[in-house]
């Protein structure tokens, strides 16, 4: 008969118990590849540690996720901190992770994160200090190896966007520990120098071969630098603390060659187009002027002095002909009149009467005798003729009522 027969329930919290009074167990340090990574919607990581000869359950629970800086992929090298302990409703082991870090490179890690928070509650990455790059430089400033592809890249891509750009090279150390100082003095040299943009960087490589560009010094001298910083530093997925503090950030140096230097040629395009909209808008000006100027000077002559007196001059003959018209009109109906008055003068005339045998009496005084009264025997008088006049004597007198005769 059998003795001793267990639960499993049993088995598997007496196991527990074992692993629980284990001291080792409850706090240790596990190195291996992550495989089978999943982030739970409920804020777990779930994934497995394996080596080249066995695996481990793992799980990070959502109130220790403050121990993982970085997101978790498959295939990464990491060293995991936590407690083995055992799940007794499935009766396994797992390791319970309080703490994650990348292999080799995860003190590197959290010293980068960690003065990536200090430089931040600094103000050094608030976009209000980051300086605008200038659009037209003619002087670039570059601090980077001597030697390698970065300074290779970036003189070709310079020199054929824009070969009249003066490149100047700051020869410095990018790795190992004179790096930092070399940077920084590079840095210095070429604000001194004059550079319109400097750019900062070197090609990739691992954590710690960009670690020079994670100094504390380096960060420094590109936010006090005067001249815009570009910073082009690794691959396009390196990140680095001089990104963050630089002016503008390339993923790449032949980026920052590009964002640096302006297109010589399409500058030129450029200017061809503004040349032609400037030529068309001045045309448009000057015959917009034209017209207003040829309005203003048919105003002018219209309204000029000249003008004016021509056209009062020609207002003065009208008036002029209007006033001969109506004195000829005048003159034409006096001369009428004053022929008619003359007809009536002629009827009228004693030369008319004296030409038709009638004469008239004058005494010697030039008085005409009217009357037989102013005759006086013996007295001298004129007789007017057509012909002269003739001097006589009144010898007799005699009164005739001649109007008296003519009436009966």
């Known amino acids: 008969m059998m003795q001793n027969v267990y639960t499993v329930a049993q088995v598997n919290s007496y196991i527990k118990n074992m692993f629980t009074q284990d001291f080792m167990l409850q706090a240790l340090f596990v190195k291996g590849e992550v495989s089978n990574c999943k982030y739970h919607s409920s804020g777990h990581i779930y994934f497995t540690l394996k080596d080249e000869k066995g695996t481990i359950s793992c799980v990070m629970f959502a109130g220790n996720r403050s121990g993982l800086a970085f997101r978790m992929q498959e295939g990464q090298q990491v060293i995991v901190g936590g407690t083995v302990d055992v799940y007794e409703r499935d009766g396994k082991y797992q390791l319970y992770a309080r703490q994650i870090v990348l292999d080799g490179a995860g003190l590197l890690y959290e010293r980068f994160e960690k003065l990536k928070d200090e430089l931040r509650e600094r103000g050094m990455f608030d976009p209000c200090y980051k300086r605008p790059i200038p659009k037209y430089i003619s002087v ?26 003066q490149i100047v090279l700051y020869p410095a150390v990018v790795q190992g520990g004179q790096a930092a100082p070399s940077i920084v003095r590079g840095i210095r040299a070429l604000e001194r120098f004059g550079a319109d943009v400097i750019i900062v960087g070197r090609g990739g490589g691992s954590i710690e071969d960009l670690w020079a560009f994670n100094e504390e010094t380096v960060a420094e001298a590109i936010f006090d630098c005067s001249v815009p910083v570009i910073s082009a530093v690794g691959h396009e997925t390196d990140t ?51 017209g207003y100027l040829e309005n203003l000077g048919w105003k002018l002559r219209h309204l000029s002095p000249a003008n004016q007196i021509r056209e009062k001059r020609t207002y003065a003959l009208k008036l002029e002909e209007r006033l001969e018209s109506a004195m000829e009109a005048v003159l034409t109906e006096k001369r009428h009149l004053l022929e008619v008055y003359i007809e009536k003068l002629r009827g009228l005339s004693p030369l008319d009467k004296l030409k038709q045998g009638f004469s008239y009496v004058s005494d010697g005084e030039g008085r005409t005798i009217s009357s037989i009264e102013a005759a006086e025997p013996g007295k001298l008088l004129h007789v007017h003729v057509r012909d002269g006049i003739i001097t006589a004597k009144t010898l007799d007198k005699e009164s005739v009522e001649w109007e008296q005769k003519e009436k009966n």
Do not use: F, H
């Open 140 to 165: 670039l400033g570059v601090v980077t190896a001597a030697t390698g592809a970065a300074v290779r890249d970036i003189i070709n891509i310079a020199s054929r966007r824009n070969p009249y750009v």
């Open 240 to 290: 680095t603390i001089a990104d963050y503090v630089a002016d503008l950030r390339a993923p790449t140096p032949s980026a920052a060659a590009e964002l640096a230097v302006y297109e010589y040629s399409q500058y030129e395009e450029t200017l061809r187009e503004y040349r032609y909209v400037l030529d068309r808008l001045l045309k448009n000006k000057l015959g917009l002027y034209r």
